[in-house]
């Protein structure tokens, strides 16, 4: 029999609390069997929730404690009051002892951040992780990141977040050499920030192991699928995120008012039902629910801290997989392949060649 | 009678060229009738293309140059060799001397953004243009600006933006004190850049006239119409702007897929027709094609440049109601009064609190 893959809940995380972490995780139990899980939280609420769900809690070790971080907290607060203390920590606490392979949280991002990276460290030669997400596309899927970790990227963290993208690539969406897009503007004046532009030039110079640079992409190569993986710092990406999120529900909404107008349309919405249920499987942004922290020594992934226990379970699914795929693992390989690379290239002075060529600068 | 709305056209602008022009002219004609437009472009193209729609034909002055703008050309380019010559400049330059109220053009952006400003100047007290359109939500359309003028801002432009879009806001929404927002991220380590933070307090220290200051929205309040402005940079909103419109045409696809996978769901769209029309037309990036830059010394629309006759149409059409309704002098007002109180309160010292508070600065 496989060895089980033992995932640590943050059982007080997100908007709605351990109802939707523990209905999440019975789902995802029942789902994948092969699960064992230890939750991290208030033992008088959680307790209950659990004997709902016989199957998960003859496979779950609760541990109790009463401290846990708010969604409005600062990460230094959170840091400060439930440093060792908090569901949030314990539960990243266990990836660390080795006593999980894995750790889900719905809390808040920033503290969520911070706590996994005191803990946990970034991997060697990353200097700050970034939160990685499967995007839909109508091609399939695409990696894309950061999504929110850190705000700002200089033009060798683009280049970190490209091969950390790809590796995820790699293994999660099974492709040997991904492709890589940066994220930039369709502007022809400026074509971007310094920045995305000196990441481009390494990018093509640099030729690193299974990454194919494909250049620049827009927004609108999100949803298309034109690269398996997107990069940009966090603070577009996690607009670039909701706004594709809110422009799914509101069309959603649309949709539901047009087929809601008339006789004519409601039966022809009882014919088209199982299309539309297709639809709205491909259009639920709780299926996609779950970003994963890359650049960290342990695998954290992020759950949606307003989904219910559908996302929730969609969030301990991702989880599951990149453990057994061994992602982790994977991606130290690459970097470390590609540090590699990256120094002998760096001697050659091909980085010094990342400063603005003279033709390109603005007039 | 009332006074014809006078239309200066870039003929050659755009992926498609002159078809998509004179298209879209005819058919913005044939809605408003009371429409005179100026052709600027190669004569050769355009004449024989004209001379298919008579109404129009009749009411345009069709102005030869064999000089165009490229799309791939850069600002700096497009200025060196379009200068006084180009179609696009032309049709920019027919707006300064008062032979139109209005110019259109689906040229690139960069070089369009750039002649604009040389052309026309700035407004006073505003040091940089910015590209405003209206994003369709649940609840109707919001003002959404940058869209892609400029890369970056800091505080005082991004109070400049809120000003500009509120005082779009008042007259193409109808609106009497329309809500601002500030775009910005979830992640609540940060809470975004310094430069949103900063803007954010000014604008709730300075009470500015016709404009609500509401707070910090993010990604999902476009579609969502939180508020009736939605004030970003340039860089950030041009992938937003991009994202939305790529999730749109993703979710058309899976609707057309989904609509034709089983004989049932092809009984079900024929019954649902009507509302299938309805819902594509809100669907449809083409209708809210069209941008207006802000912050100059006359009206300019930018069209999308992939853009076909029916969306070029809208773009006019958005001209059109701009001239009508005198966006420009209450811009103008607006910004005039609001500079008063800003003064007012910079002498007061309230633009110097806008300096991080010793309490939010990052531990």
New interface residues.
Partial sequence: MAKPVRISLDGMGGDHGPSVVVGGAALAHERRPDTQFIIFGDQAIIAPLLAQHKALAANTKLVHTGVAVR??????QALRKGRRTSSMWLAIEAVKRGEADVVVSAG????L??MAKVCLNTMAQIDRPALAALW???RGESVVLDL??S??ADAQHLVDLSIMGAAMARIVLGIENPTVGL?N??????K??EEVKAAGRILREVKLPNLTYHGFV???????GTTDVVV?E???G??????????????A???RE??G??L??K??????????D??KA??DPRTVNGGVFLGLDGVVIKSHGSTDALGYCGAIEIGYDVVKQELLGRIRDMISLSQDVRMQDSRAGALEAAAPAAEEK??
Avoid: W
């Fill in positions: 969604m409005d907290d600062k990460p230094s808040n991002t920033g503290a951040m911070a839909p596309t109508v929110g970790a705000i700002g994220l503007v369709g502007v022809e004046e400026i971007g920030i827009e927004g609108d190569d999100l949803g298309a940009t966090g603070f577009t996690n607009i670039a995120l909701k706004t594709a999120e809110g422009t799914a529900r509101q069309i909404q649309y949709l047009a087929m107008a008339s004519m349309s039966i022809g919405y009882l014919f088209a039902r199982r299309a539309f297709a639809l491909k259009m603005p007039d």
